[in-house]
């Protein structure tokens, strides 16, 4: 069956510009997650949504990042003025339900973005 | 703030050895769940232990839950090539943040044939 797909796999950019990560979770989870991981590092996590709303967006670093899901299945996360610390592979997870400590996430491979 | 701590951070071992990875914390868990990441992909769930002092067999591969549920050790029993990857726990704390996994540092294995 068709896993968490991220488009596109690999995102080059310029400092300063804007740009979106693309994510299709598996059909009919309804929690979908975004973590971005930096090399030698695990994944940290940036926001949640439950549905099209964003249950828990603690972790997004600054108000440059922004993400929407607005019809409770693709999200996207946006980056406006890139920096080259946004440089990372950001990752997204999805679950059937949400609210369980012992879920299962299914993650994408992944969107390795390079800020130049 | 609660502090994750994932040891040895880097392993480079021959096949058919044995080895434990540790991840250890101060606070106390709800559940810990264990994934393996290789390169390019994203982390795919191997275990998720949820009562002090669990033990979870899954092949070569045995997870323990501390009793005090402030750790847990993974080890491999005749590890392969096929092992080599990025091992990390993700522990869950009760609460608000129940819907989102704190992941550790990792520990990566090499397993060389």
């Known amino acids: 069956g068709a896993g968490v797909s991220q488009t596109p796999s690999n995102k080059v950019t310029e400092k300063g510009k804007y740009v979106e990560l693309r994510c299709d979770p598996i059909s009919g989870h309804t929690a979908l997650y975004w973590y971005r991981q930096s090399l030698g590092q695990g994944p940290e996590f940036l926001i949640y949504?439950?549905?099209?709303?964003?249950?828990?967006d603690s972790g997004l670093p600054n108000d440059r990042f922004f993400a929407v899901r607005p019809e409770g299945s693709v999200s996207t996360l946006k980056i406006q003025r890139t920096e080259r610390g946004d440089s990372a592979v950001y990752l997204c997870?999805?679950?059937?339900?949400?609210?369980?400590?012992?879920?299962?996430?299914?993650f994408g491979p992944g969107t390795r973005l390079t800020v130049l | 703030t609660q502090l994750l701590e994932q040891s040895p951070q880097f392993l480079s071992i021959q096949e058919g050895e044995n080895l434990t990875v540790y991840c250890n914390s101060s606070s106390v868990f709800s559940s810990l769940q264990w994934y393996r990441q290789e390169p390019g992909e994203g982390p795919v769930l191997l275990v998720t232990v949820v009562t002090g002092g669990e033990v979870k067999k899954l092949k070569r591969l045995t997870f323990q839950f501390g009793d005090a549920r402030k750790d847990s050790s993974l080890h491999i029993t005749a590890a392969q090539p096929g092992d080599t990857g990025l091992y990390l726990c993700?522990?869950?704390?009760?609460?608000?943040?129940?819907?989102?996994?704190?992941f550790g540092q990792g520990t990566i294995l090499t397993v060389h044939p």
């Open positions: 949504f439950q549905g099209t709303g964003a249950a828990d």
């Open positions: 997870a999805s679950s059937p339900r949400t609210g369980y400590s012992t879920d299962t996430q299914y």
């Open positions: 993700a522990p869950k704390v009760g609460g608000t943040s129940y819907g989102k996994l704190t």
